[in-house]
Every structure is written in structure tokens, then in C-alpha cells.
């Protein structure tokens, strides 16, 4: 079944432990993205990749870390998370088709919440 | 900064009828265009995407683009219980490496 997972799905955590939220895909999709999601603000891009070894900033990136080794692997990192970091996480991948990104498909979710 | 405006709602319709949703978007660019459902919780999935001026069609959904007025919308004919969900515009611009998404359409389809 073609699917992006993630793990783990809830995590309850304090104030500047590091934390590691991994994502994976078997669409051999070469786009790979992380999403925030906060009440009345929407889906805001944290990090996106374009393919191995290729990643940018999205809108939000403050706070975060992300790696791309493999292909179907990536991770976010959260190497000293705040209260501020309290949200729902989703990872997506898609195609990456003349330099841009098409239908995004998306992890089940990660909830985030930093005591 | 691009934008995607949708009105957050909620948009009452009762099962049966026509549900219609809304979505304008600033960057005049924009090429491709998407709409996603999202159950409280849980994921956005994909219900439609479109790229031309128009309408397009599948089962009870209905996308409709007007690039010369830069907005999209959603028609789900036959609002079923189980429509109730946020629905997510979603538009890509073709020259940036990511899909801007608006806050979302919260609809409630009332027996």
C-alpha cells in the first residue's frame, strides 16, 4: 500500500530534550515536506526536499532540523523543543516534476505537545 | 507574500443539497490548484486537483477554476453526513517548491 508514515503519532515531551519525529515513504517520491498545523493559522511548510541531500527553509523552520540520507526517510528534528512547538506535525511527499511540486500525500500526524 | 483566502465557516448545508466552497488566491501565476478534506485529527487528503480554466468532475465533486478572477471552487452535490470535514484550497504557483494552503472551509451537513 503506497503510504507516508509517521512516527511516533503522539508524543508528550519537556522543555528542551531532543526529539526526533521520523517520517517515511514508499512512493519512491523524490519531494518530501514538513507541515505544522496550529488553530486558525493552517498548514504552514517548516522544511521541504527537493531530493537527497537537497533541503530548504519553508515559511516556519525556526527551531527545527531536518536531514535527507535516503530517499524515503525524513526526518524532523527538534533539538531543544519549546512550548511554542506544541502543534500537529504532518510530513507529505510527492513528485517532483519540472522543478516543482504536485499532489501532496500526507502522513497521519504527529501530535506534539512540549510541557 | 502569496495568499490563499477561504472563509473559515461553518458552512451549513442540509444532507441532500449542494455544498459550495470557496477559495481566492492572489498570486495571478498560480498554476496548479487543489482541494484537500481533513476529518478533525486526522490528515488532508486529496479530492480534486486542477490545472485549467473550467470545470472537472468526479462523482459528487465538482472543481471549478476562473484564473482570470483567481479563484477556485469546490461543489459536492448530494452533501452526505459523512461530508462534514474542513476542506483545504491548496494552490502551487509552479515556480515555488511548496503548495500554499489556506486555513480552510469547515462544513456541516445537517440530517
Known amino acids: 500500500e503506497a503510504q507516508v508514515t509517521q512516527n511516533p503519532r503522539y508524543l508528550i515531551t519537556v522543555t528542551g530534550k531532543k526529539l526526533t519525529v521520523t517520517c517515511s515513504q514508499n512512493?519512491?517520491?523524490?519531494?518530501m515536506s514538513w507541515y505544522r498545523q496550529d488553530p486558525g493559522l493552517g498548514l504552514r511548510q517548516i522544511y521541504y526536499?527537493?531530493?537527497?541531500?537537497?533541503?530548504d527553509k519553508g515559511d516556519v523552520p525556526e527551531g527545527y532540523k531536518v536531514s535527507r540520507k535516503e530517499k524515503r526517510n525524513f526526518p524532523l528534528i527538534l533539538e531543544s523543543p519549546s512550548p511554542n512547538q506544541t502543534s500537529l506535525y504532518f510530513c507529505?511527499?510527492?513528485?517532483?516534476?519540472?522543478?516543482?511540486?504536485?499532489?501532496?500525500?500526507f502522513g497521519p500526524g504527529t501530535r506534539l505537545t512540549v510541557l | 507574500q502569496k495568499e490563499v483566502e477561504q472563509n473559515s465557516g461553518p458552512l451549513s448545508v442540509p444532507e441532500g443539497a449542494i455544498a459550495s466552497l470557496n477559495c481566492t488566491y492572489s498570486d495571478r501565476v498560480s498554476q496548479s490548484f487543489f482541494w484537500y478534506r481533513q476529518y478533525s485529527g486526522k490528515s488532508p487528503e486529496l479530492i480534486m486537483s486542477?490545472?485549467?480554466?473550467g470545470d472537472k468532475e468526479d462523482g459528487r465533486f465538482t472543481a471549478q477554476l476562473n484564473k482570470a478572477s483567481q479563484y477556485v471552487s469546490l461543489l459536492i452535490r448530494d452533501s452526505q453526513p459523512s461530508d462534514s470535514a474542513t476542506y483545504l484550497c491548496?494552490?502551487?504557483?509552479?515556480?515555488?517548491?511548496?503548495?500554499?494552503f489556506g486555513t480552510g472551509t469547515r462544513l456541516q451537513v445537517t440530517l
Open positions: 491548496a494552490v502551487n504557483d509552479g515556480t515555488a517548491s511548496k503548495l500554499t
Open positions: 507529505a511527499s510527492s513528485l517532483w516534476l519540472a522543478g516543482t511540486t504536485d499532489t501532496q500525500y
Open positions: 512512493m519512491n517520491h523524490e519531494y
Open positions: 526536499s527537493m531530493n537527497v541531500e537537497a533541503t
Open positions: 486542477i490545472y485549467s480554466n
